[in-house]
T-cell receptor, first 117, second 122 residues
Framework: AQTVTQSQPEMSVQEAETVTLSCTYD???????LFWYKQPPSRQMILVIR??????QNATENRFSVNFQKAAKSFSLKISDSQLGDTAMYFC??????????????FGGGTRLMVKP | DTEVTQTPKHLVMGMTNKKSLKCEQH?????MYWYKQKAKKPPELMFV???????INESVPSRFSPECPNSSLLNLHLHALQPEDSALYLC?????????????????????FGPGTRLTVT
């Protein structure tokens, strides 16, 4: 079974600054996907970024980037130029593809990020 | 269109009521999911449908009954719920994997979530 750990329950950052959210996972699988989801107070879960384990290059999406360390089983999210709208709960998630079946996401416990003006 | 819709947005029901939650997607996704989320906690998987067939049931009590009438629609029928079942119920969908297995260059299978139904059981 996979486990995902987010060691920072809460974090805060000043607007326009950079913040890094940590995530570690445990698995014996070699092929898997990792995701960061954002859940603002409106409660809609929004995909922020994804990383395929077979890709060595770290994923980036505008102000969001990851530091994927496969050997260390680490998958941190960096948010640059933080904006007030980034205030949300952030969930790290692991997924192993299952064939002819849906895919199960294993979520970390979440990090609540507050961006301060 | 990457939208998953859920109705109703809010639902209050008594323990003897029967109600249903509805989820719809028109992205051609072949896998659909129900999650339960308590406040300040991550979503917990309840059911997975793949190609309109139930593929995963995470030991959910029988008072929750899922149904997938077609590839775009997913229902969750509720009966004789308990107050502790009060939560946000999230629906999600994803493309679903190929039967051939993983290959470099295949699209990632992220799940798209709906806005949820806030359920209160009184």
């Amino acid at each position: 079974a996979q486990t995902v750990t987010q060691s920072q329950p809460e974090m805060s950052v000043q607007e326009a600054e950079t913040v890094t959210l940590s995530c570690t996972y445990d698995t014996s699988e070699s092929n898997y996907y990792l995701f960061w989801y954002k859940q603002p107070p409106s409660r809609q879960m929004i995909l922020v970024i994804r990383q395929e384990a077979y890709k060595q290059q770290n994923a980036t999406e505008n102000r969001f980037s990851v530091n994927f360390q496969k050997a260390a089983k680490s998958f941190s999210l960096k948010i640059s130029d933080s904006q007030l709208g980034d205030t949300a709960m952030y969930f790290c998630a692991f997924m192993k593809p299952r064939y002819n079946a849906g895919n199960m996401l294993t979520f970390g416990g979440g990090t609540r990020l507050m961006v301060k003006p | 269109d990457t939208e998953v819709t859920q109705t109703p947005k809010h639902l209050v029901m008594g323990m003897t009521n029967k109600k249903s939650l509805k989820c719809e997607q028109h992205m051609g996704h072949r896998a659909m999911y129900w999650y339960k989320q308590k406040a300040k906690k991550p979503p917990e998987l309840m059911f997975v449908y793949s190609y309109e067939k139930l593929s995963i049931n995470e030991s959910v009590p029988s008072r929750f009954s899922p149904e997938c009438p077609n590839s775009s629609l997913l229902n969750l029928h509720l009966h004789a719920l308990q107050p502790e079942d009060s939560a946000l119920y999230l629906c999600a969908s994803s493309q679903g994997p190929s039967a051939k297995g993983p290959e470099a260059g295949q699209p990632p299978y992220e799940q798209y979530f709906g806005p949820g139904t806030r359920l209160t059981v009184t």
